[in-house]
């Protein structure tokens, strides 16, 4: 996929002035609430129109104020999904289903229907109404409906925030999966940090207060506390891809293969085997360790070489650069600790995490990844 926008567009006080250009095939557009990213989507979509600017979709202009393209929203080869699933009442789930086809370019398959009705479990709803659907249900059918449109493109917006946390959960599997088994390019739009690492976690266009600040590397965005919200402090880090190898039911623990060392984290899908997976790991929960303790609680314990140090933003502490089997690990520890332990870069430490540490963030990686 390549997704390419110069735009502005004043909606009341609030003006959009965005940049971005990339060829991931997905994009996690993320920023607090009000920060444009929803305004951001409805351009792509041809939902909003321009005040100027360009918009451009695998290199076919979709709108150029400078020469009158704006191609309609039917037009743009698009499957939309919004926070609330928009069903039709008066169809049941295989009607508002194949109603998407009417938009495609060609008919989809009985095959591709089936496909599509598999990979997101709605079989048995077929000949239900909308109305006696949950929450988690109809956001599945929207999704089934936007893919049977055979877009070039899928635009989610948002598409878990009306969710309680139990149909959320139900919900983020599939989402997952679709990137996991298609190629179909993705932009999926969050102000949650947890969604955007388990569906976006190579690539993520920041939004804040109408413009992009950042546009790179999820690894990198996590990098800068300061881009993440609120939590930022908390929740900065790093991304580390891992192997899952083997599941320890009776501990409840996954074993993990971190080139030729091993990460412990609570237990996993117990198919996941061979499929790497990424694991967010904060700094704040990384300890350091001159020494290889023994007789501790915390299993993770990995060698690693220090690369860099920097004070913090804050100036309360020191941000330590790790090198763990060839990835990029970040602490953070005290202004004590660091000269208390002597602490330069090219020197060997052990990290220390504890296995509930991670809990909840250790993600298969979207579509391979």
């Known amino acids: 996929m390549s997704l390419d926008l110069d735009i ?4 009341g006080a609030f003006k959009l002035q965005a940049t971005l250009a990339s060829d991931e095939r997905v994009i996690g557009l993320f920023g607090p609430s009000g920060a444009g990213k929803s305004s951001l989507l409805r351009v792509i979509a041809g939902l909003a129109r321009p005040d100027a600017g360009h918009v451009r ?10 020469h009158a393209v704006n191609t309609p929203t039917h037009r743009r080869r698009l499957g939309v999904v919004f926070q609330q699933p928009r069903l039709f009442a008066h169809l049941n789930v295989t009607h508002n289903l194949t109603y998407g086809r009417w938009f495609a370019r060609k008919r989809a398959s009985r095959a591709r229907f089936d496909h599509v009705v598999e990979m997101l479990d709605i079989g048995a709803l077929l000949t239900r109404r909308t109305a006696a659907l949950s929450g988690g249900e109809a956001q599945r059918v929207a999704i089934g409906r936007a893919l049977l449109s055979e877009p070039d493109m899928l635009l989610l917006d948002e598409p878990l925030a009306a969710l309680d946390v139990a149909r959320r959960a139900e919900v983020l599997p599939y989402i997952e999966r679709l990137g996991a088994e298609t190629e179909l390019p993705i932009v999926f739009v969050t102000h949650q940090l947890d969604e955007l690492l388990r569906l976006a976690n190579r690539y993520v266009a920041a939004v804040d207060d109408g413009r992009v600040v950042f546009a790179g590397p999820t690894a990198d965005f996590l990098a800068r506390p300061e881009l993440l919200g609120d939590t930022g402090y908390h929740e900065a880090g790093t991304l580390l891809r891992a192997r899952p190898i083997a ?3 009776v501990d409840g623990l996954s074993v993990l293969a971190l080139g030729d060392q091993r990460l412990y984290v609570p237990q996993l899908d117990a198919n996941n085997t061979g499929d790497e997976i990424t694991v967010h790991v904060r700094a704040l929960d990384v300890i350091l360790a001159r020494e290889v303790p023994a007789d501790m609680s915390a299993l993770n314990r990995l060698a690693a070489r220090i690369t860099g140090m920097t ?14 089997a060839g990835q990029r690990l970040d602490a953070r520890i005290t202004r004590f600790s660091a000269p208390a332990m002597r602490l330069a870069p090219g020197d060997t430490v052990t990290a220390i995490i504890k296995s509930l540490a991670l809990a909840e963030q250790a993600w298969q990686r979207l579509g391979g990844l």
């Open 247 to 249: 599941h320890q039911a």
């Open 311 to 324: 004070e913090t933003a804050d100036g309360q502490g020191v941000e330590v650069r790790l090198d763990v």
């Open 8 to 11: 502005s567009l004043r909606q």
């Open 57 to 66: 979709i695998n290199g076919r202009d979709v709108f150029d104020s400078r």
